[in-house]
């Protein structure tokens, strides 16, 4: 049973227009919750984390929010850019052994 | 550039064969993460080694072993490979007290045919 779930396979938007990546858990218990990028041929690229004590950590043009009583995560880019098209990973921790477990991954186009 | 090393990039072998797969931490990183990703089922996590120790698995199969040594790089093994082996793995590191932001490498193909 997937613990981590992204419902979209894809994403297209326009440049300088916000993406919204999306992504749900089951596990109330998480500690942490990240998001990493992976472009093709590459190891995936640590983005932006959140603790789960928080509910929004902002980086630059990236934004994470976390709403645990939906047990919901979201990855806000914005504006965005050609350069951040690549497959969009989220990502839990929980427990001693911090184990990463991922999400299936978001493809996102962003289109000049 | 993560800091995170992995060789081979690619590998191409037979089944029943076995293979090393490399991995060389983040200077200063002392956790080392093994992941594998194929199509079907994702990025999934193998195994941990803390400081040499092992210290979780994860999917990881029994023909699978894997070792972190004194210097800190780890090897992966894989024995009696079969074709549902073909996958990407990917080795990560963290640091002592940053263990919940795990740095990957490039990754090491492998194909078995």
């Known amino acids: 049973d997937q613990q981590v779930k992204q419902n979209s396979p894809s994403l297209s938007v326009q440049e300088g227009r916000i993406s919204i990546l999306n992504c749900d858990y089951t596990n109330s218990m998480f500690d942490y919750f990240l998001w990493y990028k992976k472009y093709p041929a590459e190891g995936p690229t640590f983005l932006i984390s959140?603790?789960?004590?928080?509910d929004k950590n902002e980086d630059g043009r990236f934004t994470v929010f976390l709403n645990k009583s939906a047990k919901h995560l979201s990855l806000h880019i914005v504006p965005s850019q050609p350069g951040d098209s690549a497959v969009y990973f989220c990502?839990?921790?929980?427990?001693?052994?911090?184990?990463?477990?991922f999400g299936k991954g978001t493809l996102l186009t962003v289109n000049p | 550039d993560s800091g995170v090393t992995q060789t081979p990039k690619h590998l191409i072998t037979a089944t029943g064969q076995r293979v090393t797969l490399r991995c060389s931490p983040r200077?200063?990183?002392?956790?080392v993460y093994w992941y594998q990703q194929s199509l079907d089922q994702g990025l999934q996590f193998l195994i941990q080694y803390y400081n040499g120790e092992e210290r979780a698995k994860g999917n990881i199969l029994e023909r699978f072993s894997a070792q972190q040594f004194p210097d800190l790089h780890s090897e992966l093994n894989l024995s009696s490979l079969e074709l549902g082996d073909s996958a990407l793995y990917f080795c990560?590191?963290?640091?002592?007290?940053?263990?919940?932001?795990?740095?990957f490498g490039p990754g090491t193909r492998l194909l078995v045919l």
């Open positions: 990560a590191s963290s640091a002592p007290l940053e263990s919940e932001t795990q740095y």
């Open positions: 200077s200063g990183d002392l956790s």
């Open positions: 990502a839990v921790i929980g427990g001693s052994n911090y184990k990463l477990t």
């Open positions: 959140i603790s789960s004590i928080k």
